[in-house]
C-alpha cells in the first residue's frame, strides 16, 4: 500500500553549480537553503536585508540594490534602545544610528554587488499579507513590535505581485535565471484561513510568472511539505517550520531539480571537508591527529583539482597546511 503521494521532481533548466553566481533572498526556508548552499561552497549572496516574508519587500529590495542607493540615518528610528530600519530584519538593529546605518550599508554594498553578479536569482515568497506605515503609505519588511495603529495590514493580490515582478524581469533581473519558490514555513498568526488564501495568491503569482518568462522556474517546496511529506512529525514543535528532516528531504530534491549530475557527485566530499572542519580533536599532537589532518588536506587536494575556481586556502590552513 502506498501512503504517501510524491511528488516527481525531474532536473530543471534552471543550474546551480560552482562556476555561477547565486543571489537568494526571502523567508527564513530560504535563508536554511542558502545557508546549505553556502557550506559546501557555492558562491551565493544571501539575504542583504535579513529575512524577507512579502513580495513586495523583495521587490523594494531587489530595485534598491540594483539603483545603488545605501541608505541614510534618516531612514532609521529608535525603539527600546536600538536603531531600526523597517527595510531590515532585527538582526541589523544597534544600539546608535551610526552603528545601525554601517551594518545596513555593508551588507547593501555586498547585496548589490552580488545581485550584479549573479547568475540566478532565487526568491521565496512567505506571504501576501503586507503592513503599510500610516504615516507615508510605505510597506516595511519589519514592524519592530511598533504600535499596531502604525500600521494599515493588507492583502497583496495576484496581479499586483506579477505586474511588480515584470518590471524586474525587464529591468535588473535580465539576463538572469529566476527560481521562485512559496515557503512551506505556515504563517499562523494570520489565522489558519488567511494563511491559505495568501499561499494561494503567492502560488498563482509565482506560477503566471513562469509561463510569461522564459527564464523563470518553480521548485515547489512548499508542496514537498504539504502535499508530499503531509504530516505533522515533518514540522517542528512550533507547527510552524519544518523539521529538520524535512528541510533535509527538500533540499535533497532541490539537488536533483538544480543541479547536474557532476556537481551533485562532489556534494558528499563537500560535505565531509565541511564536517573534518568543525571536528575537535581531543589528542593534539598525537599520531591520530597527524593521519586526520593528512587524510583532511588529501581531501582538500581532490576538491581543488575538480573545483579549481575555489579556493582552499583557509581550508588548508585549518589543517596546518
Known sequence: MEFRTEISVGRSPFTVAHDRCGFAAGSCFAEQMAARLEALRFPLTASPTGILFNPASMAAMIRRLAGGQPYAVDELFESGGLWHSYDHHGSFSRPTAGETLRAVNAAFRNGAEGLRRADYVMLTFGTAWIYRLVEDGRIVANCHKQPADR????????????????????????????????????????GLVENSLSKAILRCAAADLAERWPNVWYF??????????????????????????????????FVRFAMDDATAALLPRLERLRTALGHRMLHAGSEGEAMFRRRSLALIDELQRALPQLDFSAERHHFGA
Open 151 to 190: 500600521f494599515v495590514r493588507e492583502r497583496l493580490r495576484t496581479e499586483a505581485i506579477v505586474a511588480e515582478y515584470d518590471a524586474l524581469l525587464a529591468g535588473p533581473l535580465a539576463g538572469k535565471q529566476v527560481l521562485l519558490t512559496v515557503s512551506p514555513v505556515r504563517h499562523l498568526k494570520d
Open 220 to 253: 515547489p517546496a512548499y508542496e514537498l511539505l504539504n502535499d508530499d511529506l503531509r504530516d505533522y512529525r515533518f514540522y517542528a514543535p512550533d507547527m510552524t517550520h519544518p523539521s529538520p528532516q524535512a528541510i533535509d528531504y527538500v533540499w535533497e530534491r
